[in-house]
């Protein structure tokens, strides 16, 4: 769920691209590379990771995650990887339910 909020909140079109990057990522919080299927997940642990290397602290203790510091090509790259998870999720919970329904036919 965490991941599909994350791909409706990156093209929703609404806010500007490092809003929507903050927000989608902020979504992503809690999970881990474990959580994903074993061929991507070193994809999941550059998503995962982004929002620490665009992390900044201000002098008053807030923190600030300023996706306007990631180039194009990175934003690009994120968003293709955000999406080619939530499809890799998608393609690896099908054949789980493939297999279910063909154990029950049996």
């Not at 990156?10 to 299927?37: H, N």
């Not at 991507?40 to 807030?62: C, K, W, Y």
Request: hydrophobic residues 45%.
């Amino acid at each position: 769920m965490r991941l599909q909020l994350a791909v409706k909140l990156l093209v929703s079109g609404k806010d500007q691209r490092e809003v929507r990057m903050d927000e989608a990522t902020s979504a992503l919080k809690g999970l881990i590379p474990g959580f994903f299927p074993a061929a991507m997940r070193e994809r999941a642990e550059r998503v995962l990771g982004v929002r620490e290397r665009v992390r900044r602290e201000s002098d008053s203790n807030v923190v600030l995650f300023r996706f306007d510091l990631l180039k194009p090509k990175e934003c690009a790259a994120l968003t293709q990887d955000i999406l080619s998870l939530y499809e890799a999720c998608i393609f690896d919970m099908s054949k789980e339910v493939k297999e279910i329904v063909r154990f029950n036919d049996e």
